[in-house]
């Protein structure tokens, strides 16, 4: 769904940038002789990596910052000079949100809340009409001023930046989604109905590490931690017989 | 304007494809596992290739269709395999549309009415949900379904085809739309003014071939001969003292 | 050498499309205006990695399957828009083999026998004259309806379906083979040769990891389970004196 | 045609190469660590730009000579660093076929006999094995040594060189070349049944630019100069009544 | 020559950058993290073209500015997102330079002095230790603050700018420069000793349009205009006898 | 730092390759119509690849070798034919070098001497004027010849070949690699002071990998090896209270 999410994040903000919408009324590649619009990314994982792609794609002048060298490095390689990747730090991330017509928030820490980059006091300085498009929405958005919105109203308008914060961004896309879950679902449906969930967990360290609560105990370290509960471990917890 | 325009085509279509908007509910360029979305694009002039240029980057399945042989080559020498050049009659355009999620009509002839090539009675073969992008609606549109809407209510369905037809498209990115104008006019204009209209009409061969009337008598070949007038020879028009 | 099969597989079915050899007469790759020839590649290992590298660049119009959503994301992360990466199943294998001019069977599952995707029964709906390439020969094959074949006479055609199945693809360039097959082995061999089997294998684990039977036992479990034998534990057998 | 024949000249190159038709036995692309076959192309208009495309996708090591700079030009801004353009004489023709696994010959002067670039003499510095691909061989070929073959009998050995000549290349893929055919014929065919001979060749110069003969006389200047007519001009013959 | 001094201005930028040469030591492409040097091409002809490519090449950030919306077209198709193409005028300009570590002036006006671009004015404005190269110094410099300097002293500083103007840029790689103008001037030379200057000049536009004077008369326009001189018609001066 | 040498050692060769710089007066990656110098770099790693990013970028024609088979893969896979990635031998280095305008020694084993790759014997056989750049210098550098240089006179010519060996090579680039060198050890320096030493040590298995010394004893295994002293295991020495 990340996949999804990320490439659909790029679509939703070149539309958001229409004047119609409240944007600023640019064409997110600009044309020969304007120059193009620029993105940032925030968060090089899955939702960046995919949504790089498709601004890249679309010709924009796309920046992503992330605090990972090596994630700076693969993303490097990868993009060659189409993509700025930029080590990620408050002075950087403000040197590149005063100019950007396009913000991607995807910042995604597995069961954590996201991190607060951009304030309510950033807006002041962002360009009129610049749309952040916060994909980490599901996960309490990691921007000050993002609150969940839907399909049928996707954006709204505060300090002069265009908001868009649909909190299931790939229900837009059910025909697409509905396939790329099957195919990341279905072994593991396959699995929990061949073999019981107790079975299926022991044998699949990638299902067990999906495993959130069981027995009533939070075996999810990130949630455990979001939430303030003790973790347990998901091992003994399945060991029984 | 073409390059706005075809570049827009793209987004506006792959935002028409959402659930919400009427649309087949699929991701212009899939993910990883499920395919693309088939694009096609009828004409590969400016508006054509630019439409392409978007919608490789967004990396749909593009098929381009045109009838001038040294387009097809010029385009297929410069997209490689990412877009399949095809030519264009009856029968090519039926094959690809009936598989298509997405198709931009981007046949303009200068000066005369858009040729009709998808008919009311194809629609019916196409995919429930798929969508037209009309970039010809200036000039009459080139499917017979189409009529002219805005960019406050952009799209309409008939027969489960859902319609972009806006006849302004550039009016969307006002700002990147402006300064692309007045790169392409302003040399023009101050032509007009330090010499007056007759003289630089006189001296720039490429102003003279965009005068559609001059004195009471239409100089242009193509608008001639749409609407049943008379061609008058600009030069001799503007030859007087 | 699975580089070389890979690579191979691409032009000896290039060729044996051609007319003279039983194939559909199309060339691979289109020219602008005709599109070109869909290829169906079955797996994404090294083999079908490298046959979709040389497809792609003959311009084909490729879909590559998998079932592995790591291998997926991975391929289509690598090509792009080039290659449609597509979820393999039943249907998915259908729906692509149908339409294609080519069909290049890469599914290597080390040292068990090769899975039948496509059977006899699906050749009577795939195209006259379409060409499969077998490269899982070696190991049985993955198509009902291959039997190895030779260098000097390569192909022969069943259900109007013309067949490629060398049993040593890279034995017709020699050249290439044998040097690609001294880089891989040579520091093997030297290691071999310096310290002993025993000892070399103790202390490599990826050669270890290409021993089949030891002391008389099956150490491979794929191969174990292919013959239905019992499987050994290399180490074990390896650290006596 | 010239598109067919030169994308065709490579894979027949290719599989020339291997051992079992008399090749060196490389395979034209190498694999990683061992690198890729010299493929040198003499000429860069229509089928040398696509037998260059075709070989940069195999990952061949090309080269190709020309004599015109602009054409050097165009294909060096085309293909950047993957192919090696080269001002072509005699001293550089030499310097790069004594190190070449494939040779294509794609000088074509159209209505003119083919410049023997490679003669007899060179073959004894070429490479054992190496493949001689002559597209010229319609118009007299481009190496002393060829004589037209066919599908059937495509290749001869020389010296130990291995010749294709097939005099009729893109009758090998005869369902891509009709269409390929079709689509640039049918247009001159509707106006020579619409409008007559005469009146067709008159309107349109770039049929009239095939115009060999005319009332008896040979009007084309490049046919004229070979057979040792005089020429006549095209212009005249088709303006009487 | 303009190839040869498009590409060197990068790799002569790039040194004229360390800090040992007095630059504001950056690398021009940045590493992962580091984003790269912004370079600002001034003309988007020959010259500027060859420069962007190798630009682009080492992965910096690339903005080319020129007037002409064609080239600006053409340039745009051929770079897509890795530069950013720029209509020219006294604000882009100004814009642009005042962010950059490297200005290359490529304005080239045959026969012209070079319009000055920068001003000593705008050095002040720019980051110190910024670098220009002036590929124009042969026809007086297109920055305002240059003077021409040689290979044993390519640079000077002033208001803390690096200026590199070398007037003879082509003689730093003789062995590329002496092949490259035998390339282009071997077949004019074997024209002028075959058939004499004058008849070598009336068959060939090209060469003609070379010719700056002829029996004392300027026949080149741009050569007259700067000098101040009548333009005398070539034609009429080389029809005589 | 390995990112900017490996990038840096292209455009310090590019200029080493100067005629003023006593180099062979090649333009690296040609023009049109005159073939790239070839360039040569030993060893695949970080320094490596980045070289042959930029090598590449600037059009050279590129060989890189190295002995580890999951590299040339990797890298071939990155660079397709852009790049000819060879198994590295005596035989393969003597080959290539022989004819390379710039090699460039990437060798970089871990706290150990780099091996002497190119003897001063090679030299004799390699093109007059070439240049080599040892990136290896600071671990004795990987040319028999080499001897360390500093950026105020980096190169000196030893047998007619030109040595580039400056010892700090990021030096030059102060803005660049300060930047670069914060991203990469901020997040350690922030662990050591909140932490202490020791237990940022025990934390971190990529920081203890760099640790070289503790309590007065060797702890990296490549360095102790190199001095001949006994290695102690860091885990021991960091374990006391």
New interface residues.
């Given amino acids: 769904m990340s996949?999804?999410a990320g490439?659909?994040a790029v679509?939703?903000g070149?539309?958001a940038?229409?004047?119609?919408q409240g944007g600023?009324?640019?064409?997110?590649?600009?044309?020969?002789?304007?120059?193009?619009a620029r993105v940032v990314i925030l968060g090089g994982g899955t939702v960046g990596?995919?949504a790089a792609?498709?601004a890249?794609?679309?010709?924009?002048?796309?920046?992503l910052l992330d605090?990972d060298?090596a994630v700076?490095?693969r993303?490097?390689?990868?993009f060659?000079?189409?993509v700025?990747?930029?080590?990620s730090n408050r002075t950087t991330i403000e040197e590149h949100i005063y100019h950007a017509s396009l913000v991607i928030g995807a910042v995604l820490i597995p069961g954590a809340a996201a991190p607060r980059l951009v304030t309510r006091a950033h807006l002041a300085e962002m360009l009129p009409g610049a749309v952040l498009v916060d994909v980490s929405i599901d996960q309490g958005g990691c921007f000050e001023t993002s609150k969940p919105t839907t399909?049928?109203d996707p954006t709204f308008v505060k300090e002069g930046i265009v908001h868009y914060c649909v909190a299931n961004m790939p229900?837009?896309?059910?025909?697409?989604?509905t396939?790329?879950l099957?195919?990341?679902t279905l072994?593991h449906v396959l699995a929990l109905a061949d073999k019981g969930w107790r079975q299926a967990l022991r044998d699949d360290p990638h299902l067990r590490a999906g495993l959130n609560v069981c027995a009533g105990r939070v075996t999810h370290p990130a949630v455990a931690q979001a939430l303030g509960y003790p973790v347990a471990a998901a091992d003994d917890l399945l060991a029984g017989p």
């Fill in positions: 996949q999804v490439r659909m679509q939703a070149a539309c940038l229409e004047w119609e600023r009324g640019v064409l997110i590649g600009g044309v020969p002789g304007v120059a193009p990596f995919n792609q498709m890249v794609g679309l010709q924009a002048d796309v920046t605090r060298p700076l490095e993303l490097s390689n990868h060659g000079a189409s700025r990747a930029v080590y399909h049928a229900g837009a896309v059910p025909h697409t989604s396939y790329a099957n195919n990341a072994p």
